[in-house]
C-alpha cells in the first residue's frame, strides 16, 4: 500500500508536467496538422473531416504543402512564401548573433562582478520585463522616428545634414528584435560563465597565453553549451516573430509570422495557415533533434 | 643562511598590502639554482600570496623578485619564464592531456615537430603516454597531478613553483607521490618553490624550508636544522611535537647554558648569550626523553620524576604524558623497538624521565 502510494506519487509528480504539455502543445499541434490537410472548398468553416462518412475515402489536400513550395505556373522553390522563410531564418539569425556580440561582454562581466554586486545587476537584465512589451517596442519608434530622438541628437550634433531612415527598416527591426531579446542570451551565458574556475584562466596566463588569447581558447570553448542555449533562446522565438517586424519594419521586412497571420485573417485560409506553420516547426524540430542526438553521442563516447 | 651571491631567485623586501592588512611583509629570500624550497605555514600566513607574486598573479606593493638576475616583478604572468602546478590542478576541461600538455608549447609558437617531441618526452616521464588522447575528467586525481606536472614542466621554466602539490591527494597516495614527484623534479633539474601547510610534506619533499607566519619568514633551514635547531618558539611549536619548558636563564657561557625552571634546573648544551634572568624557553622533542620506572644509573643532569597519566598506543611507538609534581605535562614518545614491553609502564606509575644536555634548544622569545 505504501508502496503503490510512492509509486503514484511519482507518476503524479511526472504526469503533470507531462500532460500539461500533452494538452496544451502536443494537441493543439495535432489540430494545426490536422488542419493543414482539409479541403475548405469554399466553406469558411475549416474543421472538415478528412474522409467521406459514406464511402470511408480519405481526402488529403497536399495542395497546402505543395503551394508553398511551388506557386501555380511557377517554378519550383519561387515562392513568396519560402522567400519570408529564408527572410525570418536571415533576421532571426542576425539577431541572434547580434544578441551574442552584445550579450557575451555583458554576461562575462556580470559573472566576474563581485559577489554582492551580481544580484542587483542580474535584476538589472531583467528589469525591462517589468514593462510592457509593446510600450517598449513603442518607445524604439519614438527614438528611431525621422523626426525621432536620435536623429534630432545627431542634426544638433551636426554630424548628418538631414534626418535618415531608420525606421521600417532592418536596422530599426533588428535594433528592436536585439533590444528585446538581449535577456534570453545573458541569462544562459551567466549561468555559463559563472561557474567558470578562475584557476584555468591563470593556468592560461602562466603558460604564456595572453589575456586574449587565454579568453579565446578557454573561456569562449567553455562556455559553449550556454552559447548555444542562448542562440537557440533567441533564434527560435525570433523566427517567428510576429509584432516586432509589423511595428518596426518595412514592407520589404515580410517575416513568415506575418504571412501566417495573413493567411489566417486576411485570406481566411486556414489549412495554408497551418501548413506554413507545419512547415516552420518541421524545420526547427528537425535540426535541433539531430543537434541532441548527435550531442548525447559525443557524451556518451567518453 | 645562504649566501645571497648564489641567490638564483631572490626576493628583496617583498611586500603585499591588501587594503590596509599586510600579507607578505618584508620577505627576503635567496634560493639556489636546482634546490626544491618549499615555503611553510598555516593558512593565512602570506605562504600562497607570495607563491603568486613569483607566478605573477598578484602585484607586490614593494619590494623586488629577481630570478637570474633579472626583475621579474613587473612581468605579466604570460611573460615569465615561470610555471605553477594549480593546488586544483587547474587542467582545461575541454583539451585532451596531449593538449593540455601541449598548450604551453604552442603559445610559444614552437615548431609542430619540437612540439610533438617535447610534448611526448613529458608524456613519457610521467607515464601517461597511453593517456595522451583522454580528457581530464577521465583520469585518477593521482593521473591528473602527474599531468599537471608534465603541463608546467613542458616549456622548460626557469622556475617551477608547485601549489599545495599534494593536498589534492589521499593520504595513502600522498606518501607514494612525493617520491615521484621529487624523483621526476630532481631528474629534469629544475628550482621548485613550493607552498605546503603540510610540514610532513614540506619535511620530505624539500632542500630547505621557509617557515612563516603573519606574512613574515621566521626561519630558513634544512629539513633537519628546522626541527633540530628551530630559532623561535613559533617555529619549535609548529614543527612536530614539543615540550616547552619556561624559565630565567641561570647560566649563560659560550658552550653551555642553564635554565631556571618550575621543575629544577635544566642543562642546555650551548651558549645563548644573553644576559641572567632573561625569560627563556627550553625546547626538548618528545622523542629525545628517556624513560624508565628506575632511577637511571650516571645521570644526574635533567633527570625529573613524576606520575604517568596518559598513554597513547601509535604501533610503531609509544605516547606517555607525564605530570610533574608541580603539574607540568610532559610529553614522552619511545619506540615499540622490542617484542617485550621491556617498560612495562601502565597509568598512575611513579618515572623517571631525562635528556642530554644536547637535546634541548634553549629559546630567547
Not at chain 1, 158 to 187: K, N, R
Not at chain 1, 212 to 229: D, E, M, Y
Not at chain 2, 216 to 236: C, D, N, T
Request: aromatic share 12%; hydrophobic share 45%.
Amino acid at each position: 500500500m505504501h508502496r503503490l502510494l510512492r509509486l503514484l506519487g511519482r507518476e503524479f509528480v511526472i504526469g503533470v508536467p507531462f500532460s500539461w504539455l500533452a494538452f496544451f502543445f502536443f494537441l493543439p499541434f495535432l489540430i494545426l496538422a490536422y488542419i493543414s490537410f482539409v479541403d475548405m472548398g469554399n466553406d469558411i468553416h475549416p474543421f472538415k473531416p478528412l474522409w467521406d462518412s459514406a464511402t470511408g475515402v480519405v481526402n488529403l489536400k497536399y495542395e497546402n504543402y505543395v503551394s508553398i513550395f511551388r506557386a501555380e505556373g511557377g517554378a519550383l522553390f519561387d515562392t513568396l512564401y519560402l522567400e519570408s522563410y529564408g527572410r525570418s531564418i536571415k533576421y532571426a539569425f542576425a539577431t541572434a548573433t547580434l544578441c551574442l556580440a552584445i550579450g557575451y561582454p555583458f554576461a562575462y562581466f556580470l559573472a566576474r562582478a563581485s559577489a554582492h554586486l551580481r544580484p542587483a545587476l542580474l535584476m538589472m537584465v531583467m528589469l525591462p520585463f517589468w514593462t510592457s512589451f509593446l510600450l517598449r517596442v513603442y518607445a524604439w519608434k519614438g527614438i528611431l522616428a525621422d523626426q525621432g530622438l536620435l536623429n534630432q541628437l545627431l542634426l544638433a550634433l551636426g554630424l548628418i545634414a538631414e534626418p535618415i531612415q531608420m525606421l521600417y527598416t532592418d536596422v530599426s527591426m533588428l535594433v528592436g528584435m536585439s533590444y528585446v531579446y538581449l535577456p534570453f542570451m545573458v541569462l544562459p551565458l551567466y549561468a555559463n560563465l559563472v561557474k567558470l574556475d578562475y584557476s584555468l584562466l591563470e593556468a592560461a596566463y602562466d603558460l604564456g597565453a595572453t589575456p586574449w588569447k587565454a579568453f579565446w581558447l578557454v573561456t569562449v570553448p567553455l562556455s559553449k553549451a550556454g552559447i548555444i542555449a542562448g542562440f537557440m533562446l533567441v533564434f527560435i522565438p525570433a523566427l517567428g516573430e510576429f509584432v516586432i517586424p509589423s511595428l518596426l519594419g518595412g514592407p520589404e521586412n515580410l517575416m513568415i509570422g506575418r504571412v501566417v497571420w495573413d493567411e489566417m485573417f486576411t485570406a481566411n485560409n486556414w489549412p495554408r495557415a497551418s501548413a506554413l506553420a507545419v512547415v516552420m516547426i518541421g524545420a526547427i524540430v528537425v535540426p535541433l533533434a539531430l543537434y541532441y542526438r548527435h550531442r548525447g553521442q559525443a557524451e556518451a563516447q567518453h | 643562511m645562504a649566501d645571497v651571491k648564489e641567490g638564483y631567485l631572490v626576493t628583496e623586501d617583498l611586500v603585499k598590502r591588501f587594503d590596509e592588512a599586510i600579507a607578505v611583509d618584508e620577505v627576503n629570500l635567496s634560493i639556489r639554482q636546482g634546490e626544491i624550497f618549499a615555503l611553510l605555514g598555516s593558512s593565512g600566513c602570506g605562504k600562497s600570496t607570495l607563491l603568486r607574486m613569483l607566478a605573477g598573479f598578484e602585484k607586490p606593493s614593494s619590494g623586488r623578485i629577481l630570478l637570474g638576475g633579472q626583475d621579474v616583478a613587473g612581468m605579466a604572468p604570460y611573460e615569465r619564464p615561470i610555471n605553477m602546478m594549480f593546488q586544483s590542478y587547474a587542467l582545461f576541461p575541454h583539451l585532451d592531456i596531449w593538449d593540455n600538455v601541449a598548450f604551453g608549447l604552442k603559445r610559444e609558437g614552437c615548431p609542430k615537430a619540437e612540439i610533438q617531441q617535447r610534448v611526448g618526452a613529458m608524456l613519457d616521464l610521467v607515464q601517461l603516454t597511453p593517456y595522451a588522447r583522454r580528457k581530464p575528467h577521465q583520469l585518477s586525481g593521482g593521473q591528473q597531478q602527474r599531468v599537471a606536472l608534465a603541463r608546467s614542466l613542458a616549456k622548460k621554466p626557469k622556475l617551477l613553483l608547485l601549489d599545495e602539490p599534494l593536498g589534492a591527494l589521499d593520504k595513502k597516495l600522498r606518501e607514494q607521490t612525493q617520491f615521484e614527484l621529487v624523483n621526476i623534479i630532481e631528474q629534469v633539474g629544475v628550482t621548485c618553490v613550493m607552498v605546503t601547510h603540510d610540514q610532513e610534506e614540506a619535511m620530505t619533499m624539500a632542500n630547505r624550508i621557509a617557515v612563516m607566519s603573519k606574512g613574515r619568514v621566521l626561519q630558513v633551514g634544512s629539513p633537519k636544522e628546522i626541527y633540530e635547531f628551530p630559532s623561535s618558539r613559533f617555529v619549535a611549536d609548529f614543527i612536530g611535537n614539543v615540550n616547552l619548558f619556561d624559565g630565567k636563564l641561570s647560566v649563560d657561557e659560550a658552550d653551555h647554558c642553564a635554565i631556571a625552571t618550575s621543575l629544577g634546573e635544566m642543562q642546555v648544551g650551548h651558549g645563548i648569550s644573553g644576559s641572567l634572568g632573561m625569560p627563556v624557553t627550553l625546547a626538548v622533542r618528545p622523542e629525545k626523553i628517556s624513560i624508565a620506572k628506575q632511577r637511571p644509573a650516571g645521570v644526574d643532569r635533567n633527570l625529573f620524576q613524576g606520575r604517568v597519566k596518559e598513554i597513547a598506543y601509535f604501533g610503531s611507538f609509544n605516547t606517555f604524558i607525564v605530570v610533574t609534581p608541580d603539574g607540568t605535562k610532559v610529553k614522552i614518545t619511545e619506540p615499540n623497538g622490542s617484542r617485550h614491553d621491556l617498560l612495562d609502564l601502565t597509568w598512575e606509575d611513579e618515572v623517571f624521565f631525562w635528556w642530554d644536555d644536547t637535546d634541548g634548544v634553549a629559546l630567547r622569545d
